[in-house]
């Protein structure tokens, strides 16, 4: 029995709950997952858990077993960081976290040029909208929208996230092109219901826009209301109604003409961007050089 495999083996169920979505993440059979289980209660001679076919429970043993392997398990990687930093070559598992659309418009296509130049090191990417905390999720690296609360992280400015103004040709043709900010209360606007907190809740029922008579707050309505920014761009494009959509999803539409940018005169709200990493992690050479990839492809200037 590989008592480290093993081990790692048994945190994995306690942390999801099930040998079947511990089977998921350590890419193994439920069978093996079990294998293991019972290979190493034998070697402890001790019972860690008490199985049903509906739930698990931990016992005493296991519970403060669990907790020894994690120590265990936590010295063994921070032994292998040691080793990696010994060397120039970056390698191992570097895990990023980015927003939803930025990672899947921006981030997800220039991977695959950082990969090619770091073969070694093998990505491990959350995209989600809200703001896991580094150290408790195991992240190397994050990128963050909007303001950056003070902590023992380096954060360094990106470029602005922006948004851009759109309709598709056919919602132009049927009902008009706005030329001014009081021009989309007779239009139908469709709005992105952001999260109850987010600094950019207000969004949804009114749009602020700056131009030359200064900041002008326009109330706006329409047929839809809708979480996700993917959903919100295939509704611009079949014509529903005019867009308030990040550069990152669109920029690709108005070169092509499947969407036409509006009232560009007008500036729209933007958020400021951070690259997010902890200091004592800037040693690993894995974390360096993607560092530098990133300032390189979106620093701000």
């Given at each position: 029995?590989?008592?480290?495999?093993?081990?790692?083996?048994?945190?994995?169920?306690?942390?999801?709950?099930?040998?079947?979505?511990?089977?998921?993440?350590?890419?193994?059979?439920?069978?093996?997952?079990?294998?293991?289980?019972?290979?190493?209660?034998?070697?402890?001679?001790?019972?860690?858990?008490?199985?049903?076919?509906?739930?698990?429970?931990?016992?005493?043993?296991?519970?403060?077993?669990?907790?020894?392997?994690?120590?265990?398990?936590?010295?063994?990687?921070?032994?292998?960081?040691?080793?990696?930093?010994?060397?120039?070559?970056?390698?191992?598992?570097?895990?990023?976290?980015?927003?939803?659309?930025?990672?899947?418009?921006?981030?997800?296509?220039?991977?695959?040029?950082?990969?090619?130049?770091?073969?070694?090191?093998?990505?491990?990417?959350?995209?989600?909208?809200?703001?896991?905390?580094?150290?408790?999720?195991?992240?190397?690296?994050?990128?963050?929208?909007?303001?950056?609360?003070?902590?023992?992280?380096?954060?360094?400015?990106?470029?602005?996230?922006?948004?851009?103004?759109?309709?598709?040709?056919?919602?132009?043709?049927?009902?008009?092109?706005?030329?001014?900010?009081?021009?989309?209360?007779?239009h139908d606007c469709?709005?992105?219901?952001?999260?109850?907190?987010?600094?950019?809740?207000?969004?949804?029922?009114?749009?602020?826009?700056?131009?030359?008579?200064?900041?002008?707050?326009?109330?706006?309505?329409?047929?839809?209301?809708?979480?996700?920014?993917?959903?919100?761009?295939?509704?611009?494009?079949?014509?529903?109604?005019?867009?308030?959509?990040?550069?990152?999803?669109?920029?690709?539409?108005?070169?092509?003409?499947?969407?036409?940018?509006?009232?560009?005169?007008?500036?729209?709200?933007?958020?400021?961007?951070?690259?997010?990493?902890?200091?004592?992690?800037?040693?690993?050479?894995?974390?360096?050089?993607?560092?530098?990839?990133?300032?390189?492809?979106w620093a701000k200037?």
């Amino acid at each position: 029995m590989d008592l480290f495999q093993a081990m790692t083996v048994y945190v994995k169920v306690v942390e999801a709950g099930s040998m079947t979505a511990a089977a998921q993440q350590c890419e193994m059979s439920t069978t093996m997952v079990g294998n293991h289980l019972r290979a190493l209660e034998q070697r402890l001679g001790v019972r860690l858990l008490n199985r049903t076919t509906r739930r698990q429970r931990l016992t005493e043993f296991g519970s403060a077993y669990y907790q020894r392997c994690l120590e265990v398990l936590g010295l063994v990687e921070d032994s292998e960081r040691l080793a990696e930093q010994s060397q120039d070559t970056p390698s191992g598992t570097l895990r990023i976290t980015a927003p939803l659309t930025f990672g899947t418009e921006k981030l997800a296509p220039a991977l695959s040029e950082f990969t090619l130049r770091y073969p070694q090191v093998k990505l491990d990417v959350v995209l989600t909208n809200g703001r896991p905390d580094l150290l408790e999720n195991g992240l190397d690296v994050a990128f963050r929208l909007g303001a950056i609360e003070p902590s023992n992280l380096i954060a360094r400015p990106l470029i602005d996230y922006t948004l851009t103004m759109c309709a598709s040709k056919s919602y132009l043709a049927r009902r008009g092109t706005p030329e001014k900010p009081e021009d989309l209360q007779q239009h139908d606007c469709l709005s992105f219901a952001y999260p109850v907190g987010d600094d950019w809740q207000s969004v949804e029922k009114q749009w602020r826009l700056s131009g030359p008579e200064g900041e002008v707050m326009v109330a706006v309505r329409g047929p839809m209301l809708i979480n996700s920014s993917a959903g919100l761009h295939q509704a611009a494009r079949t014509g529903m109604g005019i867009v308030m959509l990040p550069d990152a999803l669109v920029e690709q539409d108005l070169l092509s003409g499947n969407l036409v940018a509006l009232m560009q005169d007008y500036r729209l709200p933007s958020r400021p961007m951070h690259l997010v990493y902890a200091q004592d992690r800037y040693r690993l050479p894995k974390l360096r050089r993607f560092v530098d990839f990133a300032m390189l492809m979106w620093a701000k200037h």
